[in-house]
């Protein structure tokens, strides 16, 4: 079982799904008989992230009785981007297809996408035509986050997409090398380069369960990828200090020309004072901030552990296998 070639994996990060696993399940299925086994044979890579229902349970059940689906259980949550990459280093396929679990990316896109990477494409995206039924609050947020990012970093990162994506196993070798703690796959799988292409498809509601990605963990992805792509903020921070140095410096000259020329009153109200120490205060604080998160970052990085734990591996017809960590 192995040594099995698979022309194609498709990779699931899971995360308490169990509601919506046996409608992903019969859409697998359906999918690899109707539409992907001409490709030849399809590996189902499902990652328990730490679930905290029946997730792994049904896991389990599924890769027990289907042939070449594997069950990857990791040590606790470890979040939906470290989830992606381990089952990206467990995948064996020619071609990995990563996906979400709530099956608002249909499994018959894919063979757009294996299309398009016949025709020499090593990142084949799942653009959106449209994003559904979303608030248009997440709409406008996640398009001026795309915007800011873009300028940020310098990489060039596809409208609409998320972690719908083919990649060729050249690809995941080069993923493979990126061993950063706080990872931010949209943004690394561009800057990594290759030819690159997307297929349009209609995104579907949810089938069932509720999204794991409120607007908090919205807000830590989208900080986590402007750090982890770009330096330029604390570049930003330094020449915001310049600006507010030479408003400081201004307004001194101000306060002498005042008194010297026309005679003013040297003596600050209270609201000036005030108003000064407030927003200053308040500007370095911010500023001491964003330096923080960098050398939080650092500080991650430096102590070189692994970026998930594997705690069990379930394949068609065995007993759950012990994985070593994966790094």
Known sequence: MASRHYPLSIVIPIFNEEPALPALFRELEQACAMFLQPFGPVEIVLVNDGSKDRSWELIAAQCGRQTDWVGVNLSRNFGHQLA?????????????VSMDADLQDPPAVIVDMLAAHRQGYDVVYGTRKDRGQEPFTKRITARAFYFLIEKLSGVAIPRNTGD??????????????????HRFLRGLVPWIGFPQTQVYYDRADRVAGETHYPFRKMLRLAFDGIASLSTKPLRLAYIFSLLLFAVFVGYIFYVLYDHFVRGGDLVPGWTSIMSAVTIFGTIQLLLLGVFGEYIGRIYEQAKNRPLYIIQEIKRTGGDPAPAAPKS
Request: avoid cysteine; aromatic fraction near 4%.
């Open 164 to 181: 719908f994506r083919l990649l060729s196993r050249r690809t995941l070798t080069e993923l493979a090398r990126l061993h950063e703690a």
């Open 84 to 96: 992606l990459a381990a089952g990206l280093e467990t995948a064996r396929g020619d071609a990995v």
